[in-house]
C-alpha cells in the first residue's frame, strides 16, 4: 500500500486535481495507494503502507517551506519515500539542506550522474519550479540539468527526491520506484 | 480566489469553467482571437462565437486580437491577463490543459511573471473520461474543426454524443489519435452547458474541408431560452 501526500497548500482549490490524482493514476497501475494531506500526516499515521511519495505542488505554492517540523517523521523513517518538486525540496530542508532561486518551466534536460534505480542516461522532464534544492551531505547527487540538482537520494536510507515532475513526461520514474521496493506478502 | 478563465469555448475550457465554479469565484473569460490557424496555443474556429457563450454564462468577456506570431500571440496573452488582473482583481488563471506542455509551459510562465495562480483542473485527466463527463454534465458540443487523418468532413459539425465518442476512442487505438484533440487534431464548439443560462442556436453555418482538415464555419447565432 503507497501513500500519496498531497503537498498543495489549501489555499490551491485545484492542487490536488493537478499535482495528486496525475500521481494517484500512475501508482494505482501497480499498487492500491491512500492519500492524505501533509496535515494530516503524522509518524503513527504511517504504519500499514508500504511506500510514501510525497507530491508536487503549484509554482506559486511553497508552503511546505515553512512547515518542515511538520516532516520530522521522514527522519526516523525507514520506508522508501519518493518526493516530487515540492516534496524534493521539503525532504532535502528536512536534512539540512536549503533551496535557492532557480526557475525552470517546461520541458528541461537533465544528466544522470549517478547510476539508480530510477532512471539512466540524458533525457527530458518537464521542471515548474522557481526554487532548486541544494541538498546537504546526507545526500548523493543523481541528475542534474544545466542549471541545478534534479535528483537526489539519500545515502543510507530508500529516500529519493526529483525535482521534476515525472507524472508528465517521465511516468516510468514513478513506477520504478514502486516496483523496486515491491513487498512480498506471500507465507 | 478570483478566476479569470482563458476560454475558447472549446469543450475543455467550458469544462474547466464548470469545474473551477463550484470551487472558487469565476469573475471573467479571457479569449484570445489569433489570425493564425495554424496557432499552437489558441483554438482557431468559431472563436468570434465566444462572445455569444460569455453572454450565454453573464460573465464579462475580455477580448484580445493576435495576430498569432509564435512569440507576439504570448505577449497578447500577457497583455489579457494583466487587464483581467487590472479590471477584474483575479488571483489566478484557470485553463483547459490536459496533455499539452506546450500550451501549459507557456501559461504558466505568463502567469508566474504577473504574481497570479495558474490552475488546471483537467491536467492529465483520462480523455475519454473527460469526454464522458461533458456528455454527461449535458454540453451540446458539436466538432468545429479537423486536422488530422483519417478525420475528415463528415465529422465537422457532429455533435458529441457517446456514440461519437465509440469512434473516436477506435481512431485513437488504431491511428493514435488523441481522442479529445490535444494535439489539435480536433476543434470544437460548445453551444449549450449547465451553466449556460441560454443555450445558442446555428442560424447558418458552412463546412469548409479539403481531405484531412477542414473546419465547421459557425456564421450565424443567437441565443434562445433553455
Not at chain 2, 8 to 15: A, H, W
Request: proline share 3%; glycine share 6%; charged share 25%.
Amino acid at each position: 500500500m503507497i501513500l500519496v501526500v498531497d503537498m498543495n497548500s489549501t489555499e490551491n482549490p485545484f492542487g490536488f486535481h493537478e499535482f495528486v490524482l496525475p500521481i494517484v493514476a500512475i501508482a494505482e497501475e501497480l499498487e492500491k495507494c491512500t492519500v492524505k494531506h501533509y496535515l494530516e500526516v503524522k509518524e503513527k499515521s504511517l504504519d500499514g503502507y508500504d511506500k510514501i511519495i510525497l507530491s508536487g505542488s503549484a509554482l506559486r505554492d511553497t508552503v511546505t517551506f515553512d512547515e518542515t517540523a511538520r516532516f520530522k517523521w521522514l527522519k526516523d523513517c525507514s520506508k522508501p519515500v519518493l518526493g516530487i518538486c515540492a516534496g524534493m525540496q521539503t525532504i532535502g530542508l528536512v536534512f539540512g539542506g536549503r533551496v535557492e532561486k532557480c526557475r525552470e518551466i517546461g520541458m528541461t534536460k537533465i544528466e544522470t550522474s549517478e547510476e539508480n534505480l530510477l532512471f539512466f542516461s540524458t533525457f527530458n522532464v518537464y521542471a515548474l519550479h522557481n526554487y532548486a534544492l541544494v541538498p546537504s551531505a546526507d545526500f548523493k547527487v543523481l541528475a542534474e540539468s544545466a542549471n541545478c540538482v534534479h535528483a537526489i537520494k539519500h545515502k543510507r536510507k530508500d529516500v529519493y527526491g526529483v525535482l521534476f515532475h515525472p507524472e508528465v513526461r517521465n511516468k516510468k520514474v514513478v513506477e520504478r520506484f514502486i516496483n523496486a521496493f515491491q513487498v512480498d506478502r506471500r507465507i | 480566489m478570483r478566476i479569470g478563465v482563458l476560454f475558447s469555448g472549446g469543450k475543455d475550457s467550458t469544462l474547466a469553467l464548470h469545474k473551477a465554479t463550484e470551487k472558487v469565484e469565476v469573475v471573467c473569460l479571457i479569449t484570445l482571437v489569433s489570425e493564425n490557424k495554424e496557432s499552437f496555443m489558441f483554438h482557431t474556429p468559431n472563436i468570434s462565437v465566444t462572445a455569444l457563450q460569455a453572454e450565454a454564462l453573464g460573465l464579462p468577456l475580455i477580448r484580445k486580437a493576435t495576430e498569432g506570431k509564435p512569440e507576439e500571440e504570448l505577449r497578447n496573452l500577457e497583455e489579457a491577463i494583466a487587464q483581467a488582473i487590472k479590471d477584474f482583481k483575479i488571483d489566478g488563471v484557470v485553463t483547459g490543459a490536459v496533455e499539452s506542455v506546450y500550451q501549459a509551459a507557456r501559461i504558466q510562465k505568463i502567469c508566474n511573471l504577473l504574481g497570479v495562480w495558474c490552475v488546471n483542473p483537467l491536467w492529465k485527466r483520462n480523455q475519454k473520461a473527460l469526454l464522458e463527463e461533458t456528455v454527461a454534465k449535458g454540453f451540446k458540443t458539436v466538432i468545429s474543426g479537423v486536422f488530422a487523418y483519417p478525420l475528415d468532413k463528415n465529422w465537422l459539425g457532429k455533435q458529441i454524443d457517446e456514440d461519437l465518442i465509440e469512434k473516436l476512442m477506435a481512431l485513437s487505438e488504431t491511428y493514435g489519435l488523441s481522442p479529445s484533440g490535444e494535439g489539435g487534431e480536433i476543434e470544437t464548439t460548445v453551444l449549450d452547458a449547465p451553466l449556460f443560462k441560454e443555450k445558442i442556436e446555428v442560424l447558418d453555418s458552412e463546412v469548409e474541408a479539403q481531405d484531412n482538415s477542414g473546419v465547421f464555419r459557425i456564421k450565424q447565432v443567437r441565443l434562445m431560452k433553455k
